[in-house]
């Protein structure tokens, strides 16, 4: 005789999956237009709940939030997690992305574990098909123990049955799902526990024994939280030591490769790919590029690469623009008669060509090093460098998915920044954003431009350059293992990395990424390096000194009679006058005593009172350094037949100095919309300030280290 | 002297904007979303109001 349960009146179903599976998209299918959004006390991951009607049933239907797993190291799995065990809906509907199926299925063994009724949905199953993909619905129901719907969500397909299948469910028409198992040796692991924990904690809510004892194995400690029993947790360290001793590795790992073993076998059995040497030509491509060793000195290699061609393929239109811009300055200076002193002139001249010019030079190598990031970007690899860089930034205590910040950070910090919201914990976005500036961004790179060809030879150049880049990363790291064991102690959650596929970049793509850097880089040079090489000017002239120490005119008479038979000399000896009449001049004006102010803390450093102004108008911005350079030099110029900028610097600066300056300039308080955004996304000024400050010593610490002991060898 | 005049209107012009622009940067008026993407938020164009919404 067969029993016939009737459906429930009212039940609540809770939708789970992995992120962007379409799982918004069947709550809305589900609802309809009379879903409202809820916040439930003490979780600051939001949930949504709606409610429906099916023939006879009331259904209550709670949206969890997507999660890749049921750890308990993310909040947002936390929250799913808990509501599924605290709340205990009747329910739960699995979503799949019929697509990724292997990856989706990782959570749907922990749901299955967890002992909840469950349903799978399947949705873009015509994605998958258009993939090649033929899914064997009931094949893979018939493995699993579950029912498995196929669904179309963006066309409300499927929706009807899905519903059906909930009801056969929770009716109890269904026999329960297919167990796990882990072989002899675990298992019996899990025994002992379990029965333990029946025993001795009878009544515990905290989910059923056979899961919670795994949970305790893996080391969940949102689980050993709520056993009170001590000999149960005497029992699980000495099993969790027993299987690592036995197995070579945390149990932990042991039950990650059985599920996935498990996920391959179903997937062998009921899923039929037409696209085959398509993914095994990524997977080989994966098997170098992310190898254990080879990953990391692959990718420094790149780096190098790019700088290589940042140098090589830049320096052409570089000096195009240079020698545009030296013209620029010749034909405005021929408006005025040979010898003016005009102040428009000098403004024009020193102040907006030789800032704004300076630094627009620098515009092809920023368009060359942008299209090598957007050619890794596009192409999936700088999603491989996050997961190689993985081990290493956690063994230095940040979390896997700060690379991503971090590369977004070669672009510009205010972004990187932004984008430490993806990080789960605050600890970890906390950690991430205060080091994210030591990454080298665009705005530097005008710098070492300047810097690196003056003071290099050409074979080393892109070593220089790389090597200064790889510091700013290293720095970075170092700084967060400092951080993370002193002001913000705490472990980073493990992270789990999507890695998209192989795929060949589109020229419009590429081209449009170009052009956005370039558009941004020119806009700033029109507006904010524009206006501060303005004001940069005008502290550079003024107050104007009339009258000056010593009595120059006099000086070069006397110069002309003795000198007159040795015209090198002479000429030698007029221009030490000249320059000497500049010098003082300059130390008159508002940035030459600002700048004479500091130079006493610089010269530990090698730095003059140059460098030290240039520094405070990076402030603002960083490539304002390599404009308030050339506004120095071009207004204590004392003559009318200008060095370049670089020959400027070289007479003036030693290879190590400009070194020690490159350093600094990477390290030292970052530009003002950095402090800014610092300050917005850590709410509180106090981080703005300490990141400022702090990678300023560190900077000073830094160039001193590098410029003492370097003149020492 | 008209030069000078120029020059000096010219120079506080510009301190009058530089001064504002660092204002607005400062007080985090200046930043809007531009909807790049490069942030991750889901500002992005065409997804709307999210959770991660934030500028």
Redesign the interface.
């Known amino acids: 005789m067969t029993t016939v349960i009737s459906p429930p009146r009212a039940i609540t179903i809770a939708l789970a999956g992995n992120p962007n599976t379409g799982k918004t998209t069947v709550f809305n299918n589900l609802t309809g237009a009379r879903q409202h959004v809820g916040n439930y006390p003490g979780v600051t991951?939001?949930k949504k709940e709606g409610r429906c009607r099916h023939g006879q049933t009331d259904l209550h239907v709670v949206d969890l939030p997507g999660t890749y797993s049921l750890t308990a190291y993310a909040v947002d799995e936390l929250v799913a997690r808990n509501f599924l065990i605290e709340a205990r809906p009747d329910f739960v509907i699995n979503i799949l992305d019929a697509s990724n199926l292997e990856r989706n299925l990782y959570l749907t063994t922990q749901l299955i574990e967890l002992g909840v009724p469950l349903v799978l949905a399947l949705n873009m199953s015509d994605e998958a098909e258009r993939r090649g993909m033929q899914i064997d619905p009931q094949r893979l129901s018939r493995l699993l123990g579950v029912p498995v719907m196929p669904l179309v969500a963006t066309r409300n397909e499927g929706t009807r049955a899905l519903l059906d299948a909930v009801i056969a469910v929770t009716g109890g028409h269904t026999p329960g799902p297919e167990r796990i198992t882990y072989g002899e040796d675990v298992e019996e692991e899990i025994a002992v526990i379990a029965v333990q924990l029946v025993a001795c904690d009878p009544h515990a809510s905290h989910g059923n024994p056979r899961w919670r004892a795994i949970k305790l194995l893996e080391g969940d400690a949102d689980v050993r939280a709520h056993v009170i029993a001590p000999d149960i947790l005497a029992q699980v360290d000495r099993s969790i030591a027993r299987m690592t001793d036995r197995l070579g590795h945390p149990p932990e790992i042991a039950f990650a490769d059985r599920r996935y073993s498990v996920i391959a076998d179903i997937c062998r059995e009921a899923v039929r790919s037409t696209l085959e040497p398509k993914r095994h030509l990524s997977d080989r491509i994966d098997a170098v590029l992310t190898h254990r060793w080879l990953g990391i000195p692959l990718f420094l290699g790149i780096m190098y690469l790019i700088f290589q061609l940042t140098f090589t393929l830049g320096t052409p239109p570089m000096d195009w623009i240079d020698a545009f811009f030296g013209w620029l300055g010749s034909t405005v200076t021929g408006w005025w008669p040979a010898g003016s002193d005009?102040?428009?002139k000098s403004?024009l001249v020193d102040g907006i060509i030789a800032g704004v010019g300076g630094v627009l030079v620098f515009l092809p190598n920023i368009i060359l090093l942008f299209l090598a990031i957007a050619l890794l970007e596009d192409t999936g690899y700088m999603a491989r460098a996050a997961f190689i860089m993985d081990r290493l930034m956690h063994k230095l205590g940040l979390h896997g998915k700060s690379f991503?910040p971090f590369i977004?950070g070669f672009?510009?910090s205010?972004?990187?920044i932004?984008?430490t919201?993806?990080l789960e914990n605050k600890r970890d976005r906390l950690l991430t954003m205060l080091v994210v500036p030591l990454v080298s961004c665009g705005a530097r790179l005008p710098i070492y431009l300047l810097i690196i060809p003056a003071f290099f030879p050409q074979a080393f150049q892109s070593l220089v350059l790389w090597t200064v880049y790889v510091v700013g990363i290293l720095l970075a790291v170092l700084s967060a293992k400092v951080l993370s064991v002193t002001a913000l102690k705490g472990e980073p959650a493990p992270f789990v990395m999507e890695l998209p596929p192989y795929r060949l970049p589109t020229l419009k793509s590429i081209l449009l990424h170009m052009w956005?850097r370039a558009r941004l880089y020119l806009a700033k040079a029109g507006?904010?390096i524009?206006?501060?090489s303005?004001?940069l000017w005008?502290c550079t002239t003024f107050p104007r000194k009339t009258a000056f120490e010593q009595d120059y005119a006099a000086l070069a008479q006397q110069a002309e009679e003795q000198l007159a038979g040795d015209p090198d000399v002479l000429a030698q000896r007029l221009q030490e006058i000249e320059e000497a009449q500049q010098a003082e001049a300059i130390a008159y004006t508002l940035v030459g005593r600002a700048g004479y102010a500091m130079e006493p803390a610089l010269r530990p450093l090698g730095f003059d009172w140059r460098i030290g102004t240039a520094m405070i108008g990076a402030l603002?911005a960083k490539e304002v350094f390599v404009a308030q350079l050339g506004i120095v030099y071009a207004v204590g110029e004392a003559d009318e037949t200008s060095d370049s900028l670089r020959a400027q610097l070289q007479k003036r600066y030693s290879p190590l100095v400009a070194f020690g300056i490159m350093l600094f300039m990477l390290i030292s308080a970052p530009c003002?919309?950095t402090?800014?955004?610092t300050?917005?996304e850590s709410n509180s000024w106090r981080w703005a300030f300490a990141q400022s400050i702090g990678m300023t010593l560190l900077a000073y610490l830094v160039a001193l280290i590098v410029f003492q002991i370097g003149s020492r060898l | 002297m008209g030069e000078t005049i120029l020059v000096i209107i010219v120079v506080g012009v510009v301190a009058g904007f530089t001064i504002r622009a660092f204002y607005r940067t400062l007080s985090g008026k200046a930043q809007g979303c531009s909807g790049c993407g490069d942030c991750h938020c889901d500002h992005v164009k065409g997804q709307g109001e999210g959770e991660n919404a934030h500028h």
């Open positions: 991951v939001e005009s102040m428009l403004l991503i977004i672009g510009c205010v972004p990187a932004m984008a919201r993806t956005e507006t904010i524009l206006g501060v303005i004001l005008a603002a003002m919309a402090f800014a955004i300050k917005r």
